[in-house]
């Protein structure tokens, strides 16, 4: 039902069930706010978004009071100006100084709100409050002090991502927000995933930030530092320089690496082929045996921390292939280095990953002599463009690098791992053709495409049916895992991301990305899929020479011990390593 209001004096049109923010939105007025969170259900906790309204005494929060017929409202009255203004002063006299040193100093939605409303001076002189900064994580930094329990960080960890590692802790003016026991992030029930920090306004959450060891490594001349990047990287690195996502930024990407000071650059893609084909035969030999089912994809470092915190009795159903960034680390280190001529000591791996829980699974992933790391260092996206920035490289002006190295060869197979969905469709391809001899003749699945957080299929292969899941949110992951326990769906092949969307979205992306941005980024990733002459990962040529000249067949002995990774349980965290030395010809 459609019924007028007024806003501004101007008759506009509204429907029955729309909050007054919906209405603004539709027609183009903005109003600030803290603690809205588009897609949630609204609190009008952070009283930002108040406007006036005819016939009642106190401002209205905008995002949660939803519109009646006749009403009258104003948007931005002196009144309503002076409320939020003061809001913001309030917020303000209890805030750290240190604009100019703060990793968000910028892109901080405290500091907007303030420009936006010419606070120009500080009102109000608040105690500030003298918090440890929580740093004891591997990927993210927690400063208390800059928090304005706007709430956001809780609502995404509980509701999208279901572990709820953080929660307002006290009561009235005591609160704040906290961890469990006030031990930190870095305890069981926090997965890493950086999702809290995408949606914080402020610079209270941040990631570990390595640009500094980066910068180091790449200034000392006895090593030899090389770097390699997601397939997500190339697809929505563009953004932050105004330029259309296309094939074409792979190669200005590779470019901009290599005036950094790279030695040598590798696309991640190409060891996502790898995993996909040391995946598949591990899939076919547990369906043959009927053993470990439904097989869960563990390259989500994230996913993999969920399952040994809350759910290690599937911790067997975890495949056992090392993620894409350990298996190219450990060629980087073995094999390829020694090619060229280096010293395992001296080559220094620089990983570029839209995730801040790879900087955890860095840590974590070790050889066998248990001092020397596969990667070395791994920086987000966003510290990507802080890095491309501070070393002075104009991205819109570099002429496109080719590959430098045929290790960077990949299939769209291996590149479509960044999306949620991708990574169980490049593996399906590979499977159907190591059980029938066959091509599928249908390479792309619809009904694993698309932003939904639960995805299902049927697949059909010679004889056998399999049923398979993509799932992205890790609170979508509840139901599903209820639903494998009590052996409700007979699932064989389950990929799980633990945020939405997947890499795309990952913790350590652009912040704030709306859903236009989501589109895009999946657009150019599916777009490699249509436009690459190689498809499927067991073509590809790379794979197939590593294959005949030293790895044998996928999953074989030497593999399990060369490219899988054996998890031991260890006071609530799980330490994974490999079995065997990398040491090809």
């Not at 930002?48 to 009403?71: A, I, Q, R, Y």
């Not at 303030?114 to 900064?133: D, F, T």
């Not at 031991?568 to 799980?574: A, I």
Request: with cysteine; proline share 4%; aromatic share 6%.
């Amino acid at each position: 039902m459609q019924f007028d209001v007024e806003i501004n004096n101007q008759p506009v049109s509204a429907k029955r069930g729309e909050t007054i923010k919906n209405v603004l939105d539709r027609i183009g007025i903005h109003v600030p706010t803290l603690c809205y969170l588009s897609g949630f259900s609204p609190t009008g906790g952070c009283r930002m978004c108040v406007v006036e309204v005819d016939g009642f005494s106190e401002l209205v929060p905008s995002c949660s009071h939803p519109v009646t017929e006749w009403m009258k409202i104003k948007t931005h009255s002196p009144r309503v100006l002076k409320a939020r203004k003061v809001l913001v002063e309030l917020l303000l006299a209890g805030h750290p100084d240190d604009c100019l040193y703060c990793e968000r100093s910028g892109k901080c939605g405290l500091q907007d709100l303030a420009a936006e409303l010419n606070v120009r001076e500080r009102k109000y002189h608040g105690k500030r409050q003298n918090i440890q900064i929580d740093k004891a994580c591997l990927s993210i930094v927690r400063d208390p002090a800059k928090c304005v329990l706007c709430g956001r960080c809780i609502r995404i960890c509980d509701e999208i991502i279901g572990v709820s590692a953080i929660d307002i802790v006290g009561r009235g003016s005591e609160s704040k927000i906290g961890t469990t026991y006030n031990k930190g992030l870095n305890t069981h029930t926090c997965v890493k995933c950086g999702q809290c920090i995408m949606v914080c306004p402020t610079g209270a959450l941040t990631e570990k930030s390595n640009i500094q060891a980066v910068l180091d490594a790449l200034n000392n001349p006895v090593l030899f530092p090389v770097i390699q990047f997601s397939p997500t990287v190339p697809a929505s690195i563009g953004e932050d320089f105004n330029i259309k996502a296309s094939k074409d930024i792979l190669n200005l990407l590779r470019a901009a690496l290599k005036k950094m000071g790279f030695r040598q650059v590798f696309d991640t893609s190409m060891t996502a082929d790898l995993t996909i084909m040391e995946e598949a035969a591990e899939f076919i030999e547990r369906f043959q045996k009927h053993e470990n089912l439904p097989f869960l994809t563990s390259c989500c470092p994230s996913w993999v921390k969920y399952i040994e915190s809350t759910r290690p009795q599937l911790l067997s159903n975890l495949s056992t292939t090392a993620s894409p960034q350990q298996m190219m680390g450990r060629l980087i280190k073995n094999y390829i280095a020694s090619s060229a001529g280096q010293k395992v000591e001296n080559v220094f791996v620089v990983s570029v990953m839209p995730c801040t829980a790879k900087k955890h699974e860095a840590d974590q992933d070790r050889m066998n002599d248990g001092i020397t790391r596969n990667v070395d260092v791994v920086i987000t996206t966003r510290e990507l463009v802080s890095l491309i920035r501070l070393l002075g490289i104009d991205f819109n002006s570099l002429e496109p690098e080719p590959v430098d190295t045929h290790y960077s060869m990949r299939s769209a197979a291996g590149n479509l791992f960044g999306i949620s969905g991708g990574h169980l469709e490049g593996l399906l391809r590979t499977v159907y053709q190591m059980m029938t001899g066959q091509e599928m003749s249908t390479l792309k699945i619809n009904e694993l495409r698309g932003l939904k957080g639960r995805k299902e299929a049927k697949i059909k292969i010679g004889k056998a049916t399999l049923f398979v899941a993509a799932v992205s949110g890790l609170a979508n992951v509840k139901s599903l895992v209820e639903d494998i326990e009590a052996r409700r769906d007979n699932f064989s092949i389950i990929e799980v991301m633990a945020c939405p969307n997947g890499c795309i979205n990952g913790g350590g992306q652009k912040l704030n990305p709306d859903e236009k941005s989501i589109k895009s980024r999946m657009k150019a990733l599916y777009d490699v899929d249509e436009e690459e002459m190689i498809r499927v990962a067991h073509k590809n040529p790379v794979i197939i020479d590593l294959y005949e000249k030293f790895l044998a067949k996928p999953g074989s002995d030497r593999n399990k011990e060369l490219l899988h990774v054996v998890r031991t349980t260890r006071e609530g965290s799980c330490v994974i390593h490999f079995t065997g030395n990398l040491c090809l010809p």
